[in-house]
């Protein structure tokens, strides 16, 4: 298994894998098949990829505890800039085909409309995270003052998780879903299954720095 997880292709593979809801969109423009509202469609399916792979990157380390297969966490890094790359293009959504650029318009809707303020504040803790995500950062910050940093992906995902229950109007059961999600990793992270965690797999921080000090 280890071998499996270490093995390039793998990467390769993860890599492929997660670019395929992009490929699909790029498809869906391609074929003219993006339903009776086009903007709709992009926003929500690029929104609903960010919260998934915010979500994913924060499972990764209760998965490596779990499953004990520290190795995993080769993939993190690579998971939490996906779920950059997808806020990147749903707010690129929201400015260039729903606002039109309009500055004006947009500055309005991020003080007056408050999903939009919490996706902002979402999209906004992402960014330094995906700044410093190179092994680089690790060094010139300092292995701490990266890994607090880095700890603000949980409060990006529930700024992500709040943005879409202020946004929806009545069915509400997906964003209970992912922040009951949300809440089982909090508590796995910071709860019982931080200490029990701690003892079952060794830290990895000397295989991968960037990647193991995250979240
Ligand atoms: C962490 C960052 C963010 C996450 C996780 C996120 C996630 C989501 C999700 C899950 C949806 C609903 C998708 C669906 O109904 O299928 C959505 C919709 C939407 N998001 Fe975001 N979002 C983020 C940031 C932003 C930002 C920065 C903006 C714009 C400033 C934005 C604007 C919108 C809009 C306009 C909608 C559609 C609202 C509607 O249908 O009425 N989001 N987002």
Request: proline share 5%; charged share 20%; net charge positive.
């Amino acid at each position: 298994m280890k071998k499996f997880w270490l093995s390039r292709w793998t990467r390769v593979l993860l890599f492929s894998l997660c670019l395929v809801p992009f490929l699909n969109l790029l498809w869906r423009v391609y074929r003219n098949n993006l339903t009776a509202n086009p903007i709709e469609f992009i926003t929500h399916r690029t929104g609903d990829w960010t919260i998934r792979f915010l979500l994913i990157t924060l499972a990764v380390t209760p998965f490596r505890r779990i499953l004990n297969q520290p190795q995993l966490i080769r993939f993190r890094r690579m998971l939490g800039l996906f779920a950059f790359f997808y806020a990147c293009l749903h707010l690129a959504t929201w400015i260039w085909l729903d606002k039109d650029f309009d500055t004006h318009e947009m500055w309005e809707d991020v003080i007056k409309r408050r999903f939009i303020t919490a996706g902002m504040t979402g999209l906004l803790l992402m960014a330094p995270l995906a700044v410093t995500s190179t092994a680089g950062s690790v060094r010139r910050l300092g292995y701490r003052r990266w890994q607090l940093l880095h700890r603000s992906i949980y409060f990006s995902a529930l700024a992500g998780v709040v943005h879409y229950y202020w946004l929806v109007k009545s069915d509400i059961r997906l964003p209970a879903m992912y922040g009951g999600i949300l809440g089982v990793l909090l508590l796995y992270r910071f709860g019982a299954g931080f200490v029990n965690g701690r003892k079952s797999v060794p830290a990895t921080r000397p295989l991968h720095p960037p990647a193991d000090a995250r979240g």
